[in-house]
């Protein structure tokens, strides 16, 4: 009797190459742009914290009727909000408070009343952000204006929403992870009026909501 012959199923080694060879052809030519989608990631996360931040100063300024402070700080380690923190140009951490936070951003955010002169707990925080390990290369820098490149490391927001005293007028964040500079960098924008805005440096035209 004829029995029927069954081809084992699998795949044979010249089969299996050849799948590998493929795959890491195409992994290769993936690998730039997920290491682009990655850099822009971080740029991204950070101008929204720092934006996040700035926009709760000024809208507790309105609420609270009284100048609240925005302060971009420095720690001795990106991921914890402790007493290290200094004032800095080059933060990519924030606090919201009542005043600078330098050396005392430990505290809890809160409105709980404390036995002090004036009813609160030094230094009047209201809401803080670590950079966290995803900011750690990715460089800010804080300045008066797009003229003037005196580092700003504060902006304080009075009750109407304005900007007060000497304030940082911008703010450029970028990643300096890659060699190349085909990732974006973002920036943000402060009127004298209060209003916050995130723009593309690089974006050119006139008609893009993006362009700074």
Not at 29 to 54: D, K, M
Not at 142 to 162: C, H, K, V
Request: hydrophobic residues 40%; glycine residues 8%.
């Amino acid at each position: 009797m004829f029995k029927p012959r069954f081809r084992q199923g699998g795949m044979t080694l010249i089969e299996l190459v050849v799948t590998l060879a493929v795959l890491a052809l195409l992994l290769m030519a993936a690998a730039p742009s997920v290491s682009e989608w990655v850099r822009n990631t971080r740029i991204r996360n950070t101008a929204t914290s720092i934006q996040a931040g700035l926009m709760k100063a000024r809208s507790e300024a309105l609420r609270r009727n009284t100048p609240v402070v925005f302060s971009l700080v420095s720690l001795t380690d990106r991921t914890v909000m402790d007493d290290s923190c200094a004032l800095s140009a080059s933060g990519v951490s924030w606090v919201v408070s009542l005043q600078a936070p330098a050396g005392s951003c430990a505290s809890a955010a809160s409105d709980t009343k404390t036995v002090s002169d004036d009813g609160w707990a030094e230094p009047k925080i209201i809401d803080k952000q670590a950079g966290g390990a995803r900011a750690n290369t990715v460089v800010v820098t804080a300045q008066a204006s797009l003229t003037d490149t005196t580092s700003r490391s504060t902006a304080t927001f009075n009750g109407f929403g304005r900007l007060s005293g000497t304030a940082i007028g911008h703010i450029d964040i970028r990643d300096v992870s890659g060699a190349d500079s085909s990732y974006r960098s973002l920036r943000l924008v402060l009127s004298s009026g209060g209003t916050i805005r995130m723009c593309d440096p690089k974006v050119s035209a006139n008609t893009d909501p993006r362009k700074c």
